[in-house]
């Protein structure tokens, strides 16, 4: 048994919408972007709560391209990396939408897509919206130390993205000529790695596992695609990809890059060893690939999102952080 799932009832990429904070408007991407906020507070007293605030202005900022309402979505699936996912429970608090909380660590966009288009596949008629977030601030709160702490990082940490993305999906076509064609569900990968500050060394051997799985399953190669994405490897973890995609008898560096990579400019922006964080991919997706897919630059995509499944107390008991690695394929007709 394996994590394939091909979907012969294409689920639909209808639109997507982002927001996103400081550094991320100060990099390569600045712009792009629905709404930035410098502050990265956006009009909340925490961190946690500007969190959920982008989360909403995602959703909201979607339906608004779309001309849609709430009741025009019949279910929400949303995931972040706050304890109980709270960012998306109090973004969509009395919002009137069937709701499932999902937890993937930074694999949660690419695992809410497959997730949305496995229902979809099933259920034609109606309309998801997957949404993810995460907060540079909130991050380092839960998984590390408090900003105010001022710890050192170390040159393997990488920059968690404050940003959302949100998504609408759709089991009909409904203008949209870009879907979901299929996706492949991740094992988790233990390589005894135990540094929350290399999280890029604890995912790549899942993302390596999930993407020769899939390229076995489909009897496909690297070349057979116009660019393969993974969702927040950084530096580190990308070469580490490729060296084990290597030695597995692909080559993937002639069309492969990180969206931890792409979101900051790493030469001049001091985020370390890159992004990372549920909205890397996700906001990466939505800024710029979505839109050189609706623009014909790119028809056929693998995105694999990457998740380091660590939690603080485990670790300071001595356990190790697990990686998962998710894959969605999407093309354009």
Known sequence: MNGFFDFSHKPYILDTACVAGKMESEGPLGGEFDFEDKSNLFGKKTWEEAESEMQRLAYNAVLSKLGFSFSDVELAISGDLMNQ???GAYSFSNVPVSYIGIYGACSTFALGL???????NARRNIRIATLTSSHYCSAERQFRTPLEYGSQRTPTAQWT???AAAIILSGRKENS???VKDAYIGRIIDKSINDPNNMGAAMAPAAADTLTSYFRETGTHPSDYDMIYTGDLG????EILCDLMRESGYIIKDNYRDCGC???DIANQDVHAGGSGCACSACVFSARLHKLMRGGKLKNILIIGTGALMNPQMLMQGGNIPGIAHLVHIVKE
Not at 114 to 120: C, D, H, R, T
Not at 235 to 238: D, I, K
């Open 177 to 179: 000529d870009i879907y």
């Open 262 to 264: 792409i979101i900051y």
């Open 161 to 163: 993205v404050t940003g």
């Open 85 to 87: 996912c709270v960012a």
């Open 114 to 120: 497959a997730i949305g288009s496995v229902i979809l």
């Open 235 to 238: 530096e580190e973890g990308s």
